[in-house]
């Protein structure tokens, strides 16, 4: 080499650290991994520098993928560097696409019905830094796939398998066993797996925080009693439609785990009164809670979940037959930080419960008022006055409503989306031009029937 004449290490090692920051945001991630190879101080540079480059590179995948072609999109933007892949085309060739990122992929997300127990062993052999992995609805993977992203990926952080049917207790069996840092687990709508499983992991996995168990009709009272007992610091429980749930299985997790923020029992009928006063009373951080359903609960229940959970968000109370005014009264007046609450069916609510919603939730963004047979046009228009804010409205089956109401919350929720339960056509002149105005006027997000 001549003199005079440098190669780019030297050029680089001649840097000061601050132009190398610099510099290597500009870097893409397969140069990156190969900077540190070159020298102690510019692979040092490099490892500093590859968060925040993954993190570009992710977001530069995540928009592609909604505005480029497929092909296009995996020969350009997936990249060794990209720590988050989605793919969920039904296509079988997900190896070589997440064989791309190489070992810095954290989060694999595989909506494929094709993926076998091979795509599965290949993955996990090349990308052995995975710290999440989702294969929802992934019908044809056993339990041989998962034993394999154990034995790759030990420190596998969460897990969803919603919906893979041919898994088996032993397949969570080994996952509590080789994953004793799992966070999240979701094995909702996984048939045949039995109490056993989750025995298991109540044993092996105790920092445990979430867990998805919907739809699972062989969940008992004692295998959550196990998981709350064993995963105190579990934060997020989702038993939507397991219907062999009684109260004392709540009055458990209540006293057990103090740090439950998100509770879904929707569906789990035999529930009464007695597991939300448990809850309120041990879990005062709440934000999030779905009773839909739950026929034997009474305004006592939500009167005491709003008096002792003030910071509650998230309230879906679809189907609770035996609600009043009193409960959404006692929600409004406690939780003025409500963001999202359903109550449809709920078909003893008159105005009243709306109106005092209004009045004191202003931050409220989602409201399901369908087949609430008593509204009429003053409840939504104290919603369109009180939360200007809102962003989706159902307001189906309210055939008291009349355009005046739905006029009154086009023209002041500016921000509205999604609105459900009125035909377009029946909309008077001036709402409908202000909605066809807007951007989002045809996009799929509105609904309008």
């Not at 290949?122 to 710290?131: D, F, I, M, N, S």
Request: glycine share 6%; hydrophobic share 45%; charged share 20%.
């Amino acid at each position: 080499m001549g003199r005079g004449a440098y190669t780019a290490h030297d050029l680089l090692s001649t840097q000061p650290n601050d132009h190398l920051s610099v510099i290597f945001n500009f870097v893409d991630g397969r140069d990156l991994l190969r900077m540190r190879c070159v020298s102690k101080r510019l692979g040092e540079m490099a490892r500093r520098s590859l968060p925040a480059v993954s993190e570009r590179l992710n977001r530069a995948l995540e928009h592609a993928w909604r505005a480029r072609p497929y092909d296009e999109v995996v020969q350009r933007y997936v990249t060794p560097g990209v720590t988050r892949l989605t793919l969920s085309r039904y296509r079988a060739n997900i190896v070589p696409i997440a064989v791309r990122c190489g070992p810095l992929l954290k989060t694999l997300c595989l909506k494929c019905l094709l993926v076998t127990d091979e795509d599965i062993a290949a993955v996990v052999a090349r990308c052995p830094g995975l710290t999440a992995l989702e294969v929802p609805c992934c019908w044809a993977l056993k339990d041989q796939a998962i034993e394999a992203v154990v034995a790759r990926c030990p420190e596998l952080k969460a897990l969803n398998v919603r919906g893979c049917d041919m898994l088996t207790d032993r397949a969570i069996e080994v996952v509590a066993a080789g994953c004793p840092g799992l966070k999240a687990l979701n094995v909702s709508g996984c048939k045949p797996l039995t109490v056993h499983a989750l025995e298991a992991v109540a044993a092996g996995c105790p920092e445990l925080v979430s867990l998805w168990v919907t739809g699972c009709m062989w969940l008992t009272d004692r295998a959550i009693e196990v998981v709350a007992t064993r995963c105190p610091r579990l934060t997020a429980l989702h038993v939507r439609a397991c219907h062999q749930l009684t109260d004392r299985a709540i009055e458990v997790v209540a006293a057990q785990c103090p740090g439950l923020t998100t509770l879904d029992v929707s569906g789990c009928k035999l529930l009464t009164d007695h597991a939300l006063e448990a809850v309120a009373a041990g879990c005062p951080g709440l934000t999030w809670l779905d009773v839909g359903v739950c026929k034997l609960l009474t305004d006592h229940a939500i009167e005491a979940v709003a008096a002792r959970c003030p910071g509650l968000a998230k309230l879906c109370m679809w189907g609770c037959e035996r609600l009043t005014d009193r409960a959404i009264e006692a929600v409004a007046a406690r939780c003025p930080g409500l963001t999202e609450l359903c109550v449809k069916w709920c078909d003893r609510l008159t105005d009243r419960a709306i109106e005092a919603v209004a009045a004191q939730c202003p931050m409220l963004m989602s409201l399901d008022v369908s087949w609430c047979l008593n509204l009429t046009d003053r409840a939504i228009e104290a919603v369109a006055a009180g939360c200007r804010g809102l962003t989706t409205l159902d307001v189906s089956g309210c055939k008291l409503l009349t355009n005046d109401a739905i006029d009154a919350v086009v023209a002041q929720c500016r921000t509205l989306v999604g609105l459900s339960g009125i035909a377009f056509q029946t909309m008077s002149t001036q709402t409908r031009a202000a909605l066809s105005a807007r951007p989002w006027a045809t996009s799929r997000s509105v609904i309008l029937r």
